[in-house]
């Protein structure tokens, strides 16, 4: 069991679950952090004997019985694990992902409403990436918890709303985030009040914010 946003994850649920899915022989899920405070569920799939297996297809499959908290940002397939001395996968051997191993996994759909427009403007710019679908998982584009933090701090300053950090965990897409803002879901606040600033991995201070 691995701890991740706050959330407890079993990984081998999750390896079980890849297991039960066509065309796949194994599977292993890793909790990896290439880059300082970017901790994220790796999963390497090993496909069966002369079968194909598409990364968007492995998602869609698990996302029928998993929240997305607990959904792999990056799938790797690979030829074969590496294995230790007595047999076991040697999950310290196990490759880093590259790049090319980001990608979406959903079907594109355009931003729609003003609040989804928003919304991607400030994901584009975090993430540098242009042409988000409100479909796509942050998490999977590269996001990363202390990102997440920058995204609340400017929906904050831009929606003049008290969202919490959970919220971009529980809601990683667009469009989710947008019903919730939308929704009269989350405070309205002043734009004299104090805005949460992050400063660090978890410590944040206050500011007031720009009138």
């Known amino acids: 069991q691995v701890k991740l946003r706050g959330f407890r994850i ?3 649920e999750i390896e079980s ?4 899915q066509a065309n796949v022989e194994l599977a292993v899920v890793s909790l990896r952090e290439e880059v300082a405070y970017d901790r994220r569920l790796v999963a390497y799939v090993v496909p069966r004997p002369g079968a194909a297996v598409r990364k968007s297809d492995l998602r869609n499959g698990l996302r029928r019985s998993l929240p997305d908290y607990m959904l792999p940002s990056v799938f790797v397939i690979v030829d074969k694990l590496p294995l230790s001395a007595n047999g076991k996968v040697d999950r310290n051997a196990l490759p880093a992902p590259e790049e090319g191993d980001h990608e ?3 079907e594109f759909v ?6 989804e427009k928003r919304l991607a403007a400030i994901w584009s710019e ?3 990436r242009n042409h988000l679908s ?4 942050f998490f999977a584009l590269g996001g990363h918890s202390l990102m997440a933090t920058q995204v609340i701090a400017r929906i904050r300053t831009q929606f003049s709303c008290d969202l919490p950090l959970r919220a971009i965990f529980e809601c990683p897409t667009i469009a989710s985030l947008a019903r919730i803002i939308d929704g ?3 405070h309205k606040i002043d734009s004299d009040e104090p805005a949460l600033q992050p400063v660090g991995r978890q ?3 206050f500011r007031r914010a720009a009138k």
């Not at 679950?17 to 039960?20: A, G, V």
């Not at 409100?134 to 998982?137: E, I, Q, S, T, Y």
């Open 17 to 20: 679950l890849l297991e039960q």
């Open 104 to 106: 979406a996994y959903s």
């Open 134 to 137: 409100v479909a796509d998982n």
């Open 126 to 128: 975090m993430l540098r």
């Open 110 to 115: 355009s931003p729609r409403t003003p609040t």
């Open 203 to 205: 410590a944040f201070q």
């Open 10 to 12: 079993e990984l081998g």
């Open 184 to 186: 009269g879901q989350v």
